[in-house]
């Protein structure tokens, strides 16, 4: 069993930036792939970037790419999504989710993907 918890999340102008973080409760990244999700209000879960775990290929949703980047400390057992020029459309509730999977070069862009998920970082962007 894995327990993710997210942090990070808030409220920023239009334009801003933020820094999600991903802690585990197990070390799980040299062996645990990671995805981020997003759902904003009314809308299906959509997938924004995800991380393999041993050979750390990143995958980004063209809706984000060149905006948000993922990266991973593992002396810190924590992923980071960089969000930067946000946008309103960019207003969700964000979440990580992992699997044990050490495939080299590719992640899952699905939900049904991964096995264990966080509670969700709110994320607004307002002016």
């Known amino acids: 069993q894995v327990q993710l918890v997210e942090s990070g999340g808030g409220l920023v102008q239009p334009g801003g930036s933020l820094r999600l973080s991903c802690g585990a409760s197990?070390?799980?990244?040299?062996?645990?792939?990671i995805g981020w999700f997003r759902q904003a209000p009314g809308k299906e879960r959509e997938w924004v970037s995800c991380?393999?775990?041993?050979?750390?290929?990143?995958s980004t949703a063209d809706s984000v790419k060149g905006r948000f980047s993922l990266s991973k400390d593992k002396a810190k057992n924590l992923v980071y999504l960089q969000m930067n020029s946000l946008k309103p459309e960019d207003t969700a509730v964000y979440y990580c989710?992992?699997?044990?999977?050490?495939?080299?070069?590719?992640?899952?862009?699905?939900?049904?993907?991964?096995?264990?998920w966080g509670q969700g970082a709110a994320v607004t962007v307002s002016s």
């Open positions: 989710a992992t699997v044990r999977n050490e495939l080299r070069g590719w992640c899952s862009s699905v939900t049904h993907g991964y096995d264990y």
């Open positions: 197990k070390n799980f990244l040299d062996y645990y792939a």
């Open positions: 991380i393999s775990s041993i050979d750390g290929y990143i």
